[in-house]
């Protein structure tokens, strides 16, 4: 409610002004950093995995394992392990 008081007072463009909003206490502003810091964290440790399944996937199916095989050691359908990492015909 406070960024349309604000948005309502500075009549911007739309879609030209971001509102950052941090409380004054101390101990909520931490509070609220640490849950930004956390989620930041989580979205950096998904790219790890989907990067770690993808490395994993390609380097199983070059040694001649079955989409299938891939998929149930990695958890994921042999469908799934075919999209990250289609085979290469030659």
């Given at each position: 409610?406070?960024?349309?008081?604000?948005?309502?007072?500075?009549?911007?463009?739309?879609?030209?002004?971001?509102?950052?909003?941090?409380?004054?206490?101390p101990e909520a502003a931490d509070a609220l950093k640490n849950v930004k810091a956390a989620r930041l964290a989580?979205?950096?440790?998904?790219?790890?995995?989907?990067?770690?399944?993808?490395?994993?996937?390609?380097?199983?199916?070059?040694?001649?394992?079955?989409?299938?095989?891939?998929?149930?050691?990695?958890?994921?359908?042999?469908?799934?392990?075919?999209?990250?990492?289609?085979?290469?015909?030659?």
């Open positions: 409610m406070g960024e349309r008081v604000v948005a309502d007072q500075l009549n911007p463009d739309p879609d030209t002004v971001g509102f950052y909003f941090t409380p004054a206490d989580r979205i950096y440790a998904e790219q790890a995995e989907r990067d770690a399944v993808r490395n994993a996937a390609r380097a199983l199916i070059d040694q001649g394992w079955t989409t299938r095989d891939i998929g149930s050691v990695l958890g994921l359908s042999h469908q799934r392990i075919s999209q990250i990492v289609p085979r290469v015909t030659t």
